[in-house]
Every structure is written in structure tokens, then in C-alpha cells.
């Protein structure tokens, strides 16, 4: 079992929809939650961090987190053509950070 | 504030030579973490330095090595290269301390080992 497992889509959605991208994680132990965005030849960029269960938001994004579950997730809302890109779980662990494959999004005008 | 830097962007080298990449990291940042990017791997964590010693260090040959200067500058060094080693090689910085952890990533060096 992968550390940090995402569906690796790509996924499609229509301008102004939500899109929901999903990651979990094996080790209970994991401490902190992150998720970047990464466009075609361009380096990741961070765009939300979570540390306790819940939502956080921040702006049109919103990212949850379920420790219980070991679960967390990236809601775009209003998605837009330019939230077209691959979006990276990352969970820090023993001091590491550890990424999943990446979801690839796509917004269709 | 100015981002991370990277140098160089791109490079092309052969099998079996060895290769060094440079990171500075954005001011004020003590700690700088390495990570190779490939599309059959993904990203995958290299090492990190913090106050000039290694962290922590992920699973990759001892060809793979790095240090931190005393301005925080970075530099890793892959030693024998082999075809494999072919990656975007990313280079990113955090504030001090452990909590917190909020990485951000310089534009990578785009090696190729022919």
C-alpha cells in the first residue's frame, strides 16, 4: 500500500462546478497535510495546509481533513480553465514530506 | 520577498559523470529539502538540511549527496550518473522549526543524462 494514494484521474469538470480531489494515507502517525498545485512545466506551489480535523478555507478553496479516517480532501469551488493542472497530496511524516501521484484536473469552458 | 532560486535550469550530462545543483532558499528560511520528480515515480523526497546538517534523508543511493552553507545556500551533488537519474530536480525551503513545515518549491533544474 502507497503512503499517500490519490486517484490519478484526469478528472473533468465544467467551468463554475466543484471539483472534489481526494487523498488518503496509510500511516496514523502523519501529522500535517498539504496541498499543491503543480501546472505542465512548472514547479508544485503550495495552496492550502491542514493540521487539525476539519475544513479550512480559503478563498475558492476548502481543504478537509478526517484523522479517523485518514482522509483528507480538496474542494474547488467556481472552478475555473485556469484550476486546470495537477494537484499533489502531501502528508509530512517523520519529519519528511510524502507525496501522492497527483490528480489531474481539467476545466472545460 | 524573492523566491527560491535554482541554478542550473537545464542540464545535459553523461553517464557516469557527476553533477552539482545549487539552491538558495527564500530569505529568512533555515531549512531546504531536495526532491527528484519523475513521471513513473512522482515526487520523491531526497534530503533536508537545517542549520547546515542533514535532517532527514529518503531512500536514494549514496551517489546522491548534499550539504547547507551558514547563508543557508544549498547544493547536491549526484556522483556516477546513471540514465535513470534523468529528472526534474526540485529544490524547496521552509521556515525554522519543525512545526513549521509549509514547503515552497524553487522552478527545479531539468537534468538529462544521455
Known amino acids: 500500500q502507497k503512503e499517500v494514494e490519490q486517484n490519478s484521474g484526469p478528472l473533468s469538470v465544467p467551468e463554475g462546478a466543484i471539483a472534489s480531489l481526494n487523498c488518503t494515507y496509510s500511516d496514523r502517525g502523519s501529522q500535517s497535510f498539504f496541498w499543491y498545485r503543480q501546472y505542465s512545466g512548472k514547479s508544485p506551489e503550495l495552496i492550502m495546509s491542514?493540521?487539525?480535523?476539519g475544513d479550512k478555507e480559503d478563498g475558492r478553496f476548502t481543504a478537509q481533513l478526517n484523522k479517523a479516517s485518514q482522509y483528507v480532501s480538496l474542494l474547488i469551488r467556481d472552478s475555473q480553465p485556469s484550476d486546470s493542472a495537477t494537484y499533489l497530496c502531501a502528508v509530512r511524516l517523520g519529519g519528511k514530506l510524502i507525496f501522492g501521484q497527483g490528480t489531474e484536473l481539467s476545466v472545460k469552458p | 520577498k524573492a523566491g527560491v532560486t535554482q541554478t542550473p535550469r537545464y542540464l545535459i550530462k553523461t553517464r557516469g559523470q557527476q553533477v552539482t545543483l545549487s539552491c538558495s532558499p527564500i530569505s529568512g528560511h533555515r531549512s531546504v529539502s531536495w526532491y527528484q520528480q519523475t513521471p513513473g515515480q512522482g515526487l520523491q523526497f531526497l534530503f533536508e538540511?537545517?542549520?547546515?546538517?542533514?535532517?532527514n534523508k529518503g531512500n536514494f543511493p549514496g551517489r546522491f549527496s548534499g550539504r547547507q552553507f551558514s547563508n543557508s545556500r544549498s547544493e547536491m551533488n549526484v556522483s556516477t550518473l546513471e540514465l535513470g537519474d534523468s529528472a526534474l530536480y526540485l529544490c524547496?525551503?521552509?521556515?525554522?522549526?519543525?512545526?513549521?513545515?509549509?514547503?515552497?518549491f524553487g522552478p527545479g533544474t531539468r537534468l538529462t543524462v544521455t
Open positions: 491542514i493540521y487539525s480535523n
Open positions: 524547496a525551503s521552509s521556515p525554522a522549526g519543525q512545526s513549521s513545515y509549509e514547503q515552497y
Open positions: 538540511y537545517f542549520s547546515e546538517t542533514q535532517r
